[in-house]
């Protein structure tokens, strides 16, 4: 039988088709296309974000107007409308001037009732646009200068000042003429301090209803401070509530009194300048802080705040700022934030009292001995001793905002102390912003870790297991079991562990304690076991199954560490009463052991849930770049004499120590992004404690929960960018460093 030659094969077999040429080069050019457009997009949302936040930490912009002319007389009171349109001067005569801030046109108004009255001190509440007066024979009264706005057809405004009288009262305590007031108007309850010559008077005031009418207003009762200051009394203060009356006199000492149930009471005695006293004192916008100045410029903000240990409230220095300069102090405070403009001898500065910081400076064109801002402080004025005046437009957004404020401790108003906080919204317009993103990080942190302390170890060793040891059969139904589990949503897993798992182990914390303990422990105990018995009783569970024999074993020792629980907490965790009784309860015990805070949803809640979360992502990995381990590897060591934990443990885990590490980066990113399990699971509360059973709060979950109520704009909207670019940062950073390390093991564990 004969062979048939061979054919040689046709040379067109190997060709590849045009179509399939050009197909290749088309998804060639769109995969390029499409890697471009992504490095672009995230370039665009990283661009994007730093545009919303460098106006945070952009100064104020002012633009001076022009200057108006000169009245002649020195004034007393400086002024202005909401809008900056219509400035007053009051110059303690039976007239006041209001001039055009646009036209410079003066209109000088008669105040009824002030003429042939000696009018010997005033003071102003810019809140109000009230104007205190005192007269040389100790009578007191004031007036509120009030504006109606007016609209034409075609939407222009015309505003329009008007004059209102308040009663005149008549100070019964000590002699002379008026020489300093305050008032403070707390609207039902009101007090107007007086200095006469010869005594010191805080007069009540109150609201009383009348039958028919408006409710008038009536003197409620007159308190004498004369015999509790001890000098000459240069100067008074009340602040904007009318609770809290100041009063400095000539030996440097600063008397604080409290007005509140009916009575006037002395607090607290201090000295801001030593044996200097200030001359100037005036309180910021809500009446909680004040700002003391000395001759030559110095400038100290004292706050109220409770000692530690006491009960009432008095007044510490919490900040200063630099020397003003020579010459006569000006000083406004902002009506809307906690702004105020100070200066002296034509110097100007525009200061915040949280973050502490200087927002503008400048020159004025003469120097002002009064300041004042507008209701939207949209504006400010400054007068001249000789009656000239000029208006400055003011753009600052962002008052509160700067590296301090965001990154530096501070002390807030009412604190005890500089503190890092957030709080970014509160109930009043005096409210004043805690914008420290050092809690959100710290929280970001304190989670991510709790996780991965619970899911490393778990994930790690699971992917160990089944990668060198677990039997293929098995093998098929665990993997895909551990994959599924990474579907589950964050929502869901958020809310099992605030209304499930958080108030089961609230009261379980020693059978937890015990578990964690009993099972490494009983598993190691069980390993060690193994290895001491026969090689004929080893051969029953050949080939990775020796799990049958350790789960049994496992599930015993849970069972007996969770039932032993309650007598772990007989023992040791047992706390005691005031009244001496004792309670066996850890959640009592840990406050008092430590005196940390014991929270139901906890940092150990968020590290069971978002560590159960966070299991597969590193196992699927991980085990991944176990299994893809080449089998000449293994094999090779396992023909050396190799038993199956020194071929994991020197051949298997330093070639897959790249795929591991990537396996803990990813899940680092997966534990740092999630939201909703810390958002439900803890209570989403900002401490920088990392207290196991405290809450937190995170970056991810604060832009969360505040950035749809955010105003678009405001510098809370500007801060949770912020804390966007913070957490991109803390990623990338984090990643690279990550990156750099797994090329350095991969070089240094590849096969040649």
């Not at 005569?93 to 105040?111: C, L, N, P, Y």
């Not at 109606?148 to 405004?157: I, K, L, P, V, Y």
């Not at 020489?179 to 108007?185: E, P």
Request: hydrophobic share 45%; glycine share 10%; with cysteine.
């Amino acid at each position: 039988m004969s062979i048939p030659p061979q054919q040689a094969p046709d040379p067109k077999r190997f060709e590849v088709s045009k179509g399939t040429l050009l197909f290749d080069r088309l998804m060639t050019q769109v995969i390029r296309c499409g890697g471009i457009a992504v490095i672009l997009a995230v370039f665009g949302i990283f661009l994007f974000i730093v545009k919303e936040i460098v106006p945070l930490f952009s100064g104020a912009e002012v633009r001076p107007g022009e200057v108006r002319e000169q009245t002649g007389e020195r004034p007393q009171v400086l002024g202005v409308d909401e809008w900056g349109e219509r400035p007053f001067l009051y110059s303690g005569r039976d007239r006041i001037t209001f001039i055009s801030a646009t036209d410079g046109q003066r209109e000088e108004v008669e105040i009824p009732g002030l003429k042939d009255k000696v009018i010997t001190a005033t003071a102003y509440d810019p809140v109000n646009r009230r104007v205190a007066l005192g007269l040389d024979d100790g009578s007191v009264g004031s007036f509120i200068v009030a504006y109606q706005t007016e609209f034409a057809d075609d939407g222009s405004r015309t505003v329009k000042p008007e004059i209102t009288l308040e009663p005149w009262f008549q100070v019964s305590v000590g002699e002379g003429a008026v020489k300093a007031l305050a008032y403070g108007d707390g609207g039902a309850a009101r007090v107007l301090v007086v200095a006469r010559e010869k005594g010191l008077a805080v007069l009540r005031l109150a609201q009383k209803r009348a039958l028919v009418g408006k409710p008038k207003l009536a003197l409620a009762g007159t308190d004498d401070l004369t015999s509790q200051v001890n000098s000459e009394i240069l100067g008074v203060a009340a602040s904007q509530n009318g609770q809290a009356v100041l009063v400095a006199d000539a030996s440097g000492e600063v008397r604080y009194f409290q007005s509140d149930a009916g009575k006037v009471s002395l607090i607290e005695v201090f000295r801001p300048f030593g044996e200097e006293p200030p001359v100037r004192m005036d309180f910021l916008f809500g009446g909680v802080s004040v700002a003391m100045t000395r001759q030559g410029g110095e400038q100290k903000i004292f706050s109220l705040f409770r000692p530690e240990g006491s009960e009432i409230r008095v007044f510490g220095e919490t900040k200063s700022f630099d020397p003003l300069g020579s010459g006569t102090p000006v000083f406004a405070p902002n009506l809307r934030n906690k702004s105020f403009l100070t200066g002296a001898g034509g110097r100007l500065t525009l200061r915040h009292l949280t973050s502490g910081a200087t927002r503008w400076e400048g020159e004025a064109p003469f120097e002002p001995v009064l300041a004042t801002f507008d209701g939207k402080s949209e504006h400010f004025f400054i007068a001249a001793e000789d009656g000239r005046i000029q208006g400055y437009r003011l753009d600052d957004p962002h008052p509160e905002a700067g590296w301090r404020a965001f990154f530096g401790k501070v002390w807030y108003e009412g604190g005890s102390g500089p503190v890092y906080q957030w709080q970014s919204t509160g109930g009043t317009d005096d409210f004043e912003p805690k914008l420290s993103l050092i809690p959100l990080i710290v929280g970001s942190l304190k989670g991510t870790f709790y996780a991965l302390m619970f899911s490393v170890p778990i994930a790690l060793l699971a992917a160990i297991f089944s990668a060198s040891f677990l039997p293929h059969d098995m093998k098929r139904v665990v993997k895909p079991a551990m994959e599924i589990m990474a579907s589950l949503p964050s929502v869901v897993l958020g809310f099992l562990a605030g209304i499930w798992l958080a108030p089961m182990v609230e009261d379980k914390v020693p059978s937890i304690l015990l578990l964690c303990l009993s099972l490494p422990v009983s598993a190691l105990l069980v390993g060690v076991l193994w290895c001491r018995l026969p090689m004929k009783s080893r051969r029953l569970f050949e080939g990775g199954r020796e799990w049958l024999l350790l789960l049994p074993v496992l599930g015993v020792v849970a069972m007996v560490a969770w039932s032993l629980g309650p007598l772990l907490e007989k023992a040791l965790f047992v706390y005691r009463d005031p009244g001496g009784r004792e309670i066996a309860d850890f959640r009592l015990w840990w406050p008092q052991a430590t005196g940390l805070p014991f929270d139901q949803r906890n940092s150990m809640v968020v590290g069971f849930m978002m560590g159960f979360a966070v299991i597969p992502v590193i196992f699927t990995i991980a085990e991944d770049s176990l299994s893809n381990v080449p089998k000449t590897l293994t094999a090779a060591a396992a023909a050396l004499g190799a038993s199956r934990w020194q071929v994991v443990r020197s051949i298997i885990i330093p070639v897959a120590s790249p795929g591991i590490f990537s396996a803990l980066m990813i899940g680092f990113g997966r534990a740092v992004g999630e939201t909703m399990i810390v958002v439900m699971a803890t209570g989403n509360t900002p401490v920088t404690s990392w207290n196991i059973f405290s809450g937190m709060r995170t970056l991810s979950a604060n832009i969360a929960v505040e950035l749809p109520e955010a105003a678009p704009g405001s510098t809370h909207y500007r801060t949770l960018f912020l804390g966007a670019l913070v957490l991109f940062m803390l990623t990338f950073t984090l990643n690279s460093m990550a990156e750099i390390l797994r090329q350095r093991l991969r070089e240094k564990n590849k096969i040649v």
